[in-house]
């Protein structure tokens, strides 16, 4: 069965600081992995993925993660934060039946 | 072109009432889900349909809870007798769907639920 964990509930940064947000996940099966943003109020959506091939992902708002495999790791990063970046961050791992199994959440904060 | 949605947007009910959730995914979108995010439990999955293949119901939480897709496209979750743990955003998503690979899930709004 698969799971996923994040380290850090809550994570707060300044503005212009490096954004590191992390994820560890257990898969039986080669992972499909995502990241996905929750502003206030609102659905989550797509930051990235990883499916296959190269392991350094980028997405959108200057996000990116790289698939580590033998450290099962999919660490989310963005070199400087913005402001806008404030939400909620989970990491989620697709299971053989396409259902989505989420982190418990990493709450970004960033402060002027 | 239009999103998922999800209606309503907030439900406040009653405990031991019925409500029903209502999600219209992507036009074209062949798999529809149904997740729950709650402050204990984080995001859960709940029930997938896939076409005209008999849902995986394999997350819902208890037979209080039920959902069907009529046509191929709009979703209803039901749920019976409301009870406090109930209380939660529920997300709908749909995707491509298909078999073999991985369709990237698109997700509406929610609908928040609280039960009083």
């Known amino acids: 069965a698969q799971s996923v964990t994040q380290l850090g509930s809550h994570v707060s940064v300044s503005e212009g600081a490096l954004v590191l947000l992390r994820c560890n996940y257990s898969s039986s099966v080669p992972p499909y992995l995502f990241w996905y943003v929750q502003y206030p109020n609102q659905g989550l959506q797509l930051l990235l993925k990883?499916?296959?091939?190269?392991?350094l992902v980028k997405g959108i708002n200057g996000f990116e993660a790289e698939f580590k495999k033998s450290e099962t790791s999919f660490h989310l990063t963005k070199p400087s934060a913005h402001m806008s970046d404030a939400a909620e961050y989970f990491c989620a791992v697709v299971n053989q039946g396409g259902k989505l199994i989420f982190g418990q959440g990493t709450e970004l904060s960033v402060k002027p | 072109g239009a999103g998922v949605s999800q209606s309503p947007s907030n439900k406040v009910t009653e405990k031991g009432k019925d409500v029903e959730l209502r999600c219209d995914p992507i036009?074209?979108?062949?798999?529809l889900y149904w997740y729950r995010q709650s402050l204990g439990q984080g995001l859960e999955f709940l029930i997938y349909f896939q076409g005209n293949s008999a849902p995986d119901k394999s997350g819902l939480p208890s037979d209080r809870f039920s959902a069907e897709r009529t046509g191929g496209s709009v979703s209803t979750l039901t749920i019976q007798r409301t009870q406090q743990e109930d209380s939660a955003v529920y997300l709908c998503?749909?995707?491509?769907?298909?078999?073999?690979?991985?369709?990237?899930?698109?997700f509406g709004p929610g609908t928040r639920l609280t039960v009083l």
């Open positions: 036009s074209g979108h062949t798999a």
């Open positions: 998503a749909s995707s491509l769907g298909g078999q073999g690979h991985y369709n990237e899930q698109f």
């Open positions: 990883y499916t296959t091939g190269a392991t």
